[in-house]
């Protein structure tokens, strides 16, 4: 047997061996920093060696493209329901195997240089290799229970890294916002899957596939409602409008904990669930456009955002939610291939760019404003050059990644007569290539700050960032227009359609990014035109911007003033009215028994006493009323 069939037949490991990681780490090595770290390194490569052979398998089986690979076994059942447990690998599966084990692997191996020293070294890697398993976990789930047990897990872990700093309020309120934020879209997915599997008596991806079709036929309006349900999650995990604002918080984790979450965990798992069930969202045309028109406003929305943030992480933390967007715009245009595309080369650059600027954040002990650095080209050049590879990767620079698989979503949303869509997302794009050359040109290439004192990462730090560096250049490649069998042919969903390259789309998203590049130069670099005045002149529009349209003061407002005010409000109801009529109840029995029990005192005397009076009641009403009568008024008679 090959190790690619290997592979195929036991993808199952490539969960199971993080986790293996994960109880070793715990369980011996908590004290052993060298050993607890080669171990989670040791092991997320194995996964990855794993993930390629999966890869290799189905590249060879070319039947698997069209059918997924199954092994199962039932987990539990019960009269109207069943549910099996087990893998599910197909293409889409195998480009999320891939993804997840090569940036895991690649943050773990810097994370022994950035995490170095730290008092919770252990603890950390033995987070990071749970949050790995937990993510190949929920990609090879045969169905959506299974995979919700998973997708809580991802966010459990989420929530132990975000506030690793548990000393730190900013690193604790972080985490309970990121894990109550979601709470909110787990609430929807979980009714979306109950909704669900009530109406169609299964919750496996083969099965949904195949009886979807029918029952949007027959019941489109609860399909749509159901489609409704299921997207609130992924709203809420992939950070979409309105439900994006604790994914800036995050950023409180550290730096190797944003390149996992922003690149191949937490919030790409809302679109992997969305391209899993494509099939509903396909036969579901309300439930799709949905998902295209909240996709496209996020990414527009979040671009707006950053052109005026100040903290690097936070720039890359909107730009994330914007690329999401993008994403989600492609599935909802109808598009797996080019949503799929993104996914991956976004894992490369955005993940790059993550750990480059935990490059300088590491060298600058934490100085996050861009306009406070300066100059760390000269003291970091390895790490400026990655910054700047992933900066014209995510910009549309071609031949980099980011430009294939965005100008892939671009031309579908134009093909598939999403016209708004198409110009929203190419303005998202302009503005995309200009903050992220703002952030480079003011933090590596604007003058030095000579309170700054910077040094250039050590080895451990660079090799992963090379490695991603040489992924963002050439990994968009395997998906260009003139590719016959590359991603596109790869990855689809129903017949194969391969559009010849619009030579209109590449060319007038090149444009928008190179104008996004020469205005920031223009403004952050030559300083051509004056940024401050920039400033004054878009007044109000620059407040909203950098106050990010006031949408956590908007939910604070509500929270205190609508939830609390409603809380305090059944608070007096219940204290009050539903307290009130209980006690008084228990009042009332209370003083009636009181007065009940004073007519049973313990002695003969008095009761002798009532049953003569008693005796004597009965013979008055018999010499007034008649025998007869007075037996029927007691209750009596012949």
């Known amino acids: 047997m090959s190790f690619a069939q290997f592979s195929l037949n036991n993808a199952w490991l490539i969960p199971m061996l993080p986790f293996i990681g994960f109880l070793l780490i715990v369980t011996f090595f908590k004290r052993m920093e060298k050993t607890a770290s080669t171990t989670a390194i040791i092991f997320s490569a194995m996964s990855l060696a794993l993930a390629l052979g999966v890869v290799a398998a189905i590249a060879q089986r070319p039947e698997l493209i069209e059918e997924p690979f199954v092994r199962s076994f039932r987990w539990f059942s019960m009269p109207g329901l069943e549910i099996s447990m087990g893998m599910m690998v197909d293409t889409v599966a195998a480009v999320m195997l891939f993804v997840v084990t090569l940036v895991a692997t690649m943050v773990m191996i810097y994370s022994t240089g950035y995490m170095h020293g730290d008092p919770g070294y252990t603890r950390f890697f033995a987070y990071l290799c749970l949050f790995a398993s937990s993510m190949l976990g929920l990609v090879i789930a045969t169905n959506l229970l299974q995979m919700f047990v998973f997708w809580e897990l991802v966010g459990l872990c989420s929530y132990l890294l975000i506030g690793y700093y548990y000393f730190k309020d900013s690193a604790r309120e972080a985490a309970k916002k990121a894990f109550m934020t979601t709470r909110i879209g787990d609430f929807g997915l979980l009714l979306g899957i109950v909704v669900l599997q009530l109406n169609l008596g ?91 028109y909240i996709g496209g406003f996020t990414a527009f929305f979040a671009a707006s955002i ?46 790059l760019m993550f750990l480059a600027a935990g490059s300088a954040l590491h060298a600058l002990h934490g ?153 920031a130069w223009a403004i952050y670099g030559a300083k051509v035109i004056d940024a401050e005045k920039l400033k004054q002149r878009t007044g109000f529009l620059h407040t909203l911007s950098f106050r990010k349209f006031f949408i956590d003061e908007i939910y604070q407002w509500f929270n205190e003033k609508i939830v609390t005010g409603a809380g305090k409000m059944l608070y007096w109801v219940d204290l009050h009215i539903v307290d009130g ?5 228990a009042y009332i029995t209370g003083k009636f028994g009181e007065q009940l029990r004073l007519t049973q005192t313990g002695q003969l005397q008095h009761y002798a006493l009532v049953l003569v009076g008693a005796i004597v009641l009965l013979v008055l009403l018999m010499g007034i009323v008649g025998a007869d009568s007075a037996m029927a008024l007691m209750g009596g008679g012949r």
């Open 202 to 292: 299964t919750l496996e991806f083969t099965e949904l596939a195949e009886k979807l079709p029918a029952f949007a036929a027959a019941k489109p309006a609860l399909l749509t409602l159901i489609g409704t349900l299921i997207f609130i999650g992924p709203i809420g995990k992939s950070g979409q409008f309105p439900l994006h604002v604790w994914l800036p918080d995050a950023m409180e984790g550290p730096s190797p904990v944003s390149a996992l979450i922003h690149a191949a965990t937490m919030v790409v798992a809302g679109v992997y669930l969305v391209a899993r069930l494509f099939t509903l969202f396909h036969v579901s045309p309300e439930a799709q456009h949905l998902v295209a």
């Open 306 to 351: 950053a052109l005026t943030q100040r903290e690097m992480k936070r720039i890359l933390a909107y730009s994330t939610v914007s690329q999401l967007g993008y994403m989600m715009m492609a599935l909802g245009v109808g598009s797996l291939t080019a949503s799929m595309f993104h996914l991956m080369t976004h894992a490369f650059f955005k993940a």
């Open 581 to 585: 009529l209980i006690d008084g109840m």
């Open 367 to 519: 100085t996050a404003d861009i306009f406070e650095m300066g100059g760390l080209r000269k003291k970091m050049p390895w790490t400026a050059a990655f910054m700047v590879i992933g900066m014209l990767a995510i910009a549309g620079i071609p031949p980099f990644a980011g430009f294939w698989s965005k100008d892939e979503i671009l031309l579908m949303t134009k093909l598939h007569g999403f016209t708004d869509l198409y110009i929203l997302a190419s303005l998202t794009a302009f503005m995309t290539a200009f903050y992220m050359s703002r952030m480079v040109f003011v933090a590596f290439f604007g003058p030095e700050n000579p309170k700054n004192h910077p040094h250039e990462s050590p080895a451990s730090m660079l090799f992963p960032m090379s490695v991603l560096a040489v992924l963002a250049v050439v990994g968009g490649l395997v998906g260009t227009p003139w590719t016959e069998h590359g991603f596109g042919y790869w990855v689809r969903f129903g017949e194969y359609h391969h559009p010849e390259a619009d030579w209109t789309v590449m060319g007038g998203s090149v444009v928008l990014a190179v104008a996004g590049i020469a205005l």
